[in-house]
């Protein structure tokens, strides 16, 4: 829930994270608060950039949206990534839910992507 009231935050703003995974979220030291970590990707809002005519695609494409995967930057995307992450974190063993899907799909999701357009 702390994850999405950041989340939240940030996208009011109009900024999209770009690369949440679970090695982006981390523990507040000596507590239980959750904190989303490395902004270094985050990008302005799809409506934002078409604003500023600029659309990047980065971060980890395993986590990554389909939109994101082709260029599009949207807060949607952040909740795709959230999405995965819970889907990890609540199917033991810990797995990503797209593993088993066909070979060339989970290839193409794996290759370190960067768009623009």
Known sequence: MQVL??????????????DLK?????FARGSSV??????????????AARAEGRFDCVGTPT??????QRGEVTCASDMFSV???????????????FVETHKHGVYRAQQPTTCSR
């Open 5 to 18: 009231r950041g989340l939240a935050h940030v996208h009011a703003r109009h900024v999209v994270h770009c």
């Open 22 to 26: 679970p090695g982006n979220l981390f």
């Open 34 to 47: 959750v904190k989303t970590g490395d902004f270094g990707l985050a990008r302005r809002s799809a409506s």
């Open 63 to 68: 986590y990554a949206a389909p939109e994101q």
């Open 83 to 97: 999405g995965i992450i819970l889907y990890e974190v609540r199917t033991p063993p810990l797995r990503h839910p």
